[in-house]
């Protein structure tokens, strides 16, 4: 049984993130928590009775039957269910500190979608206890005895998170007094952070579709910069300094210019990595990404000391613990659209980004940020590949692109990426949902470039079929 995608447990939730899946679901985690006390226990670190599991939702209308099945699910496993009701999803990670959580949220997935996230310290479950759940919901564990079910009550943590976030912010660029911000919710569970966090720096804030609302009338809950049209324009027309779009559970955000136009997120990514480690004091800064980042990103934090480590898309905390595993301090880490702030904790915030960002557009304006930024014309192509033959078609690329390209230094280990002397690069990597092997590319002559590594792509898929 795979339940886990990239992201959690995700899916419609009539016919896959059901309540009797978010029963099974709750009855593993907590098992998994009850057994991790019972092992802290026998080694002296722990001698609570019972262990702790927070759980929280979004606004979606499926939200309060999934987690009344998952609190079900918690409890008759032997621990108990803290409920810290409707939240951002960084705030449950936040609250999920010293102790396991699940969050009951689909992202940016459509008002249809529910998912399952689940937590341990302030971080989402790896690989090995998310194929712990796994097994758990296919065996079909029953309850504990009666006499041991845990129990439950409320804990108010948003307002701990939000001043958390604050205090965290302000190491970070100037006071945001004077700073305009248009920030598009979506409907979603920024509305219950971002405008909060940033009036409290200092910033005037402006809201568009800031009441939570599970069917998101506004706009679709994923921030593209068709979806953000209307925060797009309204920027454009105001006075503001930038504007900031989420996603239904704010772990994603956007960032739009002055003039309405969405700024590339490897750019931001970019901007806040070369601050982390020129702010970071430590002697091996590094920032962990993923293979189709910008070499952009690695422009701007070689430049101000660092170093970047690369991770697959999806396991940003596995890149995390290898490099701190090696010697380097992880100073800030990124996949597009999310980013993890290690001093502030170990979990996706982009309510944290929108207080790092406004603080540094107070400072320097977004203009002034993006300036040392090279932003080279970008490109994402794909090309059509069967799913049997990924893995005949990207052993042959391994050959092939470094044959066509002698010129570029080569890594194979998340696909095949190709870096040039003059900042240019190409990653080539199948897809892991659609027949489908996908050409990332960025160079002054984007089109050609794209059009000479597809070239040899097709090539090596035809190849996989003789």
């Not at 409920?83 to 500190?97: D, M």
């Not at 070369?274 to 293979?291: K, L, N, Q």
């Not at 915030?349 to 207080?355: K, M, P, R, V, W």
């Amino acid at each position: 049984m795979e339940l886990f995608g990239t992201a959690g447990i995700r899916g419609p939730a009539r016919e896959r993130v059901t309540p009797e899946l978010a029963l099974a679901v709750g009855r593993a985690v907590g098992v998994d928590a009850v057994e991790s006390i019972e092992t802290e226990a026998a080694t002296g670190r722990n001698t609570a009775e019972n262990p702790d599991v927070v759980v929280g939702r979004d606004g979606r209308t499926t939200g309060p039957a999934l987690a009344a099945a998952v609190e079900a699910g918690i409890e008759s496993a032997g621990a108990d269910v803290r409920r810290v009701g409707v939240v951002p999803t960084p705030t449950l990670a936040f609250a999920s500190r010293g102790r396991h959580g699940v969050m009951l949220t689909a992202s940016h997935n459509p008002p249809t979608d529910n998912g399952i996230k689940v937590f341990v310290d302030g971080e989402e479950y790896g690989r090995e206890r998310e194929e712990r759940i796994e097994a758990r919901v296919e065996a079909g564990r029953g309850p504990t005895e009666w006499d041991a079910w845990g129990g439950s009550e409320s804990l108010d943590v948003l307002s701990s998170y939000r001043s958390a976030v604050v205090k965290y912010a302000e190491s970070f660029g100037e006071d945001a007094a004077g700073i305009d911000v248009a920030v598009d919710l979506g409907n979603g569970m920024g509305a219950l952070g971002t405008p909060q966090v940033l009036r409290e720096l200092g910033a005037r804030v402006v809201t568009l579709n800031g009441q939570v609302d599970g069917h998101f009338p506004g706009r679709e809950s994923k921030p593209t910069p068709e979806t953000l049209a209307d925060l797009r324009e309204f920027v454009a027309d105001g006075a503001f300094d930038f504007g900031i779009g989420h996603d239904g559970d704010a772990d994603r955000i956007v960032i739009v210019d002055a003039d309405g136009d969405v700024v590339h997120e490897d750019t931001v990514v970019a901007i806040l990595a070369s601050h982390f480690v020129s702010a970071s004091g430590v002697s091996d800064p590094v920032v962990v990404t993923t293979p189709n980042a910008s070499g952009r990103i690695d422009e701007r934090v070689r430049d101000a000391g660092g170093r970047i480590e690369r991770i697959r898309l999806g396991a940003l905390h596995e890149g995390i613990a290898s490099a701190r595993a090696d010697g380097g301090d992880v100073v800030f880490a990124a996949e597009p659209w999310k980013h993890i702030h290690p001093e502030h904790g170990g979990w996706i915030d982009g309510i944290a980004s929108a207080a790092v960002l406004t603080r540094l557009v107070a400072a320097e304006g977004l203009d002034g940020l993006r300036a040392p930024v090279t932003e080279r014309p970008y490109r994402k192509v794909s090309v059509d590949c069967p799913d049997e033959r990924k893995t005949e078609a990207m052993a042959e690329l391994e050959m092939t692109l470094p044959e066509s390209f002698p010129e570029a230094s080569v890594d194979t280990e998340y696909g095949v990426r190709l870096e040039f002397d003059d900042g240019s690069w190409t990653l080539v990597r199948p897809s892991g949902t659609e027949p489908y092997v996908r050409v990332y590319a960025e160079a002054d002559e984007v089109d050609a470039f794209v059009a000479a590594v597809s070239d040899v792509v097709a090539a090596a898929v035809a190849a996989a079929d003789s």
